[in-house]
């Protein structure tokens, strides 16, 4: 089993940046797949971006694509989201989701989640 815990969430200015980080505990943490997600208020949850066991591949939501980068670190059991040129648009709860095999851009996928942090872009 995997408990995730994310971090990093704040106010930002548009343009601005953010990282976020997703702790897992757990032995297995290189064996999944790992992916972020983001509801908005009064929005279904979406999908942002997610991440192979290595490292190696990588898929994005085209909203977010060239701006953000989600990359892993298996030593530390963390995966994060670096946020760049940041929108008004882009705030929402972000959370991190583990899934056994395949992930893809489907929640049902991923049997893991956090708890979420939250992010607000200012205009």
């Known amino acids: 089993q995997v408990q995730l815990v994310e971090s990093g969430g704040g106010l930002v200015q548009a343009g601005g940046s953010l990282r976020l980080s997703c702790a897992a505990s757990?032995?297995?943490?290189?064996?999944?797949?790992m992916g972020w997600f983001r509801q908005a208020p009064g929005k279904e949850r979406e999908f942002v971006a997610a991440?192979?066991?290595?490292?190696?591949?990588?898929v994005y939501a085209d909203s977010v694509k060239g701006r953000f980068t989600i990359s892993r670190d298996n030593a530390k059991n963390t995966v994060y989201l670096q946020m760049d040129s940041l929108k008004p648009e882009d705030t929402a709860v972000y959370s991190c989701?583990?899934?056994?095999?395949?992930?893809?851009?489907?929640?049902?996928?991923?049997?893991?989640w956090g708890q979420g942090t939250r992010v607000t872009v200012s205009s």
């Open positions: 989701a583990a899934a056994p095999r395949s992930g893809g851009v489907r929640p049902t996928a991923y049997d893991y």
């Open positions: 757990g032995s297995t943490f290189s064996s999944y797949v």
């Open positions: 991440i192979s066991w290595t490292g190696s591949s990588t």
